[in-house]
């Protein structure tokens, strides 16, 4: 953990300055406490030289030395009302989320209330009440930062209560004392010691504040606050003696601010060694065109070698690996695959939404016969006429606080250039295909109003908003009720019969897959390892992983004396692709060649190709067919 | 005999108020000692309501937890102790379940240590043991859940599970979030564990496969109400509640030609204001709704009908 802090460059940047300080804090009152303090009239506001380096004030005191002299009593003022500030907070907020429900909701409504008056406002109110002094300015300010911290003890403390592992541990019967120290607080500690950081820094603001008005430090004593008041006055003729605290107070709360975000960095596992997340996203395209002639049938999707690479740790992985395929118009295919396979990637391929810093190249990427990686020949606006998507969790695809009816009639007002009344007609119309009951209400209801199955409806709407001749559905029925999910299978198979839109059905269930598609497509590790018509993949399904994928999915009516058959072993990492076939750690048919060579995709039957040494050998390389 | 465990009507309710809710309603449950109970059911049928009732994670509002004979409802102090040790649960997202803070090997000796009074050494032996027993390295346990797969992760929930010596595991979805390949390994897993440890299974699951194949019995629920029970072959094979009958056939099966429903049946309703009646009516192809003679359906709430000693269901028209 320390190492992680010190890992971090600002925590040791942090960690210098706030030694300097601290050091400063310490051993300024004992050297020069009696130097900061001395009256020296015969030198009174006198500008720098080398005795008083930054110049003395008009009682003619050191301004270098008073500034280093009150940094401990600034400092300490600071952390002790930062203390209370946080012990008050977090043990009120703390307390309120454990409350029952009725007295949680007023402890709550309260701390909103206070949470309302600025904080040095209440300082100063509470500064008027007890008195002027150190110890009411310490007290006030620390009242004062009570209520920010309580409603972050609060709400850290609610949202980690609700989770799984919180609930886990109380399964397994650890005490609720425990819970709390092993479990809640080291989860929220992070945050909490931001903020307690963050909170000495402003708590130094308000007790200077205070003592600039003031309330606070009263002479002789001095700090910061006290000081800048008396450089204040005099700002116009020696301006050095306000600057110097200034620079003071600002330097001590950028160093408490970066040491909490080290701190932070420092307990959190999860971080060390990460690399922190891309929030552009950017397609990089490389163009090279392949000329190889296409066949008769109408194409609405070919792709020829599509790879899809990604930077990591210096060198390139590849998540999708030279995969091809083409799609007919009106054509449902399936593309199947575990988590990693690379089946998700390519269908982001197509829609160009793969994020930075990924690149995309292919030898060809066409819809609809025009060329995907040419962003002059395809737009934006190409694009959203002749494709949908359909997402995985239509919740967080669907945006909370619009309408549906705006979410739908939106698209297709850009891009199909319809009028409010037209696009709302059609998004009646798109509604009713997908059986949604009362479309034309409907339009005004909000997302969370519908159940999960009227919300993936209402995504498959939407993406056949400009009845594009293609709709990518990745995973859309994933994490849904059978019962739904039949629902969804049968709205897009309804689709495709009645309308003729071509769908790329893109998930991990291959029961699914099967109901639907006519083809299915099968990924392992970034490749296409069988492409196989429906019928040929239940009855004689080529690839060792493909069997494995079929057998691991205990049927209905099942023996449940006899063990699943299971694949030893799991996908590979994407740094680590074995050589030869990715397959062969986990294949039960390995042989010594599929060690070393990689399998092509070979064509064993109609319609059906694979790509396996053993089951698929296609014809051998190095002796031509004898007929 | 005594079961495993049973649960006699156990009633858990929500919030208070305009806002709430009974989750579960009048629920009630044998698990025969050594057996495995399925429990089925969409998402808000309150399935797993239910398991958290059971192991003390909500509160009954009434009914029984009975663990061996033993009167364990609503437990606190030395009684939550005693449900602890014999009654534990895995979780469905091994993701979110682990404490993130935590390595695998601290988690589970607390697992262990709140369950016997043992020293380090011996600790550390036990969480060699246990993580062995699931078949994870025992060299792993200084690592932290996001260094692990969903599937070994889902190991590391069992083992934790394992280290108070249950009776009794709930396992809640605990196969949804894996890969097809890495659940039959988990599925696999939990058959040789019960075998060993001789544990009786309450599985809960949406996915009736996992169910066929783990459970010898089954429960079927259907907004908070348990609608159909049975020994599973005799119930998937030939279901009494339509609502059983409409969940077979939403399993898409390797094979079988699907045929297009025109009328998409409904979703589940609002658990919160569930209908009228029998609950599943608003849905229900054999009810009002497709046979418009069949009013009672929509007024009378069918009790539970019992067919045989381990059979039952509640339904005004059961399936032949």
């Known amino acids: ?627 | 005999m005594t079961a495993a465990l049973e649960l006699r009507d156990l009633t858990v309710r929500y919030g208070y108020g305009s806002s709430a809710m009974t989750a579960v309603d009048s629920a009630s449950l044998t698990l025969p000692e050594g057996g495995t109970v399925g429990l089925v059911g969409e998402s808000g049928s309150g399935k797993s309501s239910l398991a958290r009732a059971v192991i003390g994670l909500v509160r009954a509002a009434s009914g029984r937890v009975v663990v061996a004979g033993d009167d364990l409802t609503n437990p606190i102090g030395a009684r939550r102790r005693r449900l602890t040790g014999r009654v534990q649960m895995v979780f469905q997202d091994p993701y979110s379940s682990l404490n993130p803070r935590m390595t695998v090997g601290d988690a589970i000796f607390e697992a262990v240590r709140v369950h016997r009074a043992i020293g380090r050494t011996a600790g550390h032996a036990e969480v060699a043991h246990l993580m062995n027993r699931v078949g994870l390295e025992s060299s792993a346990a200084d690592r932290f859940p996001h260094q692990f797969s969903g599937g070994q992760r889902q190991r590391v929930a069992i083992a934790r599970a394992l280290a108070a010596r249950p009776r009794v595991l709930i396992a809640d979805e605990v196969t949804s979030a894996l890969d097809v390949s890495v659940q039959a390994n988990v599925l696999n897993l939990l058959k040789a564990l019960q075998r060993e440890l001789s544990l009786s299974y309450l599985v809960i699951s949406h996915d009736l496969s996992v169910v066929n194949f783990m459970c010898e019995r089954v429960a079927v629920m259907y907004l908070g109400r348990i609608v159909e029970a049975g020994m599973t072959d005799e119930v998937f094979s030939a279901p009494s509640h339509p609502y059983t009958r409409l969940l077979l056939d939403s399993v898409p099966e390797l094979g079988s030609e699907p045929e297009l429903s025109h009328s998409v049946a409904a979703d589940i309703p609002d658990p919160r204001r569930p209908p009228p009646g029998c609950r599943f009516h608003t849905r229900c192809p054999v009810g009002p709704m497709a046979d418009p003679e069949r009013t009672r359906c929509r007024v009378d709430d069918p009790g539970w009908v019992a067919a045989g000693a381990e059979r039952g269901a509640a339904c005004h028209y059961p399936l032949a």
Request: hydrophobic residues 45%.
């Open chain 1, 1 to 627: 953990m320390a190492r992680a802090f010190l890992s971090a460059p600002s925590g040791i940047a942090a960690t210098l300055l706030l030694l300097l300080i601290i050091a400063v804090g310490v051993l300024a009152p004992i050297v020069w406490g009696d130097a900061a303090a001395r009256v020296d009239l015969a030198h009174a506001t006198e500008g720098p030289s080398g005795h008083f380096l930054l110049g003395t004030d008009k009682l003619g005191r050191d301004i270098l030395l008073r500034t280093l002299v009150a940094t401990q009593l600034s400092l300490l003022m600071a952390l002790a009302s930062a203390l209370i500030g946080a012990g008050l907070g977090l043990g009120f907020g703390g307390l309120v989320a454990v409350l029952p429900a009725p007295a949680r909701t007023v402890g709550e409504r309260v701390i909103e209330v206070v949470l309302s008056f600025p904080p040095i406002l209440v300082a100063i109110f509470f500064t008027a009440i007890v008195g002027v002094g150190i110890q009411s300015a310490i007290v006030a300010t620390g009242i004062a930062f009570a209520p920010s911290f309580a409603r972050l003890a609060n709400s850290l403390a609610r949202s980690v209560a609700s989770k799984d592992d919180i609930a886990a541990a109380r399964a397994v019967g650890i005490g609720p004392l425990r819970v709390f120290t092993r479990y809640v607080l080291p989860n929220i500690a992070e945050t909490l010691i931001v903020a307690t950081s963050a909170g000495i820094a402003a708590a130094l603001i308000a007790v200077s504040a205070l003592s600039f008005l003031g309330l606070g430090v009263q002479a002789p004593q001095f700090d910061w606050g006290r000081t800048l008041t008396e450089g204040i006055a005099s700002f116009y003729t020696a301006p050095l003696q306000a600057l110097a605290v200034a620079f003071a107070i600002g330097a001590a709360g950028l160093s408490l601010g970066f040491l909490g975000e080290a701190f932070a960095h420092a307990t959190n596992p999860l971080l060390w060694g990460a690399g922190r997340g891309h929030a552009i996203a950017r397609t990089v395209l490389q163009q090279s065109t392949d000329p190889s002639p296409r066949n008769g049938r109408p194409l609405v999707l070919s792709v020829r070698d599509l790879t899809v690479t990604f930077p990591r740790n210096g060198g390139r992985v590849t998540p999708v690996d030279s995969i091809s395929f083409d799609m007919a118009e009106g054509e449902v295919i399936g593309i199947v695959g575990e988590s990693g396979s690379g089946k998700s990637l390519t269908a982001l391929a197509i829609s160009r939404l793969v994020p930075y810093p990924g690149e995309v190249s292919a030898k060809r990427l066409e819809l609809a016969g025009r060329n995907l990686l040419d962003p002059n020949e395809t737009d934006d606006r190409f694009l959203a006429l002749n494709l949908g998507m359909v997402f995985q969790d239509p919740m967080s695809s669907l945006n909370p606080v619009l309408t549906i009816g705006t979410q739908l009639t939106e698209g297709a007002r850009v891009h199909s250039n319809l009028g409010r009344r037209e696009a709302q007609s059609r998004a009646i119309a798109r509604l009713s295909e997908v059986h949604i009951p009362n479309p034309e209400q409907l339009l005004s209801a909000y997302p969370f109003e519908f159940s999960g199955g009227m919300r993936q409806r209402s995504m498959i709407a939407m993406s056949r908003m400009n009845e594009p001749r293609l709709i990518i559905a990745d995973e859309p029925t994933t994490a849904l009720d059978v019962t739904v999910q039949k629902q969804i299978i049968d709205v897009l198979r309804e689709l495709n019969r009645e309308r003729g839109t071509a769908i790329l059905l893109i998930s991990h269930n291959i029961g699914v897959v099967a109901q639907i598609c006519s083809r299915v497509i099968v990924m392992y590790a970034g490749r296409v390892i069988e492409d196989v018509d429906t019928r040929s993949l239940l009855r004689k399904p080529a690839h060792p992983y493909t069997r494995a994928l079929i057998a691991a999915v205990p049927p209905l009516g099942a023996d449940r004396s006899v063990p699943l058959t299971t694949v030893p072993g799991r996908p590979p990492d994407l740094d680590a692709i074995p050589s030869g076939c990715p397959f062969n750690p986990r294949c039960p048919l390995v042989t010594s060649r599929c060690r070393v060579e990689s399998p092509s995709l070979v064509a064993i039957g109609d319609s059906h190709s694979a790509a396996c040494w053993v089951t698929a050998p296609g014809p051998s390389a190095d002796t031509p067919s004898a007929r």
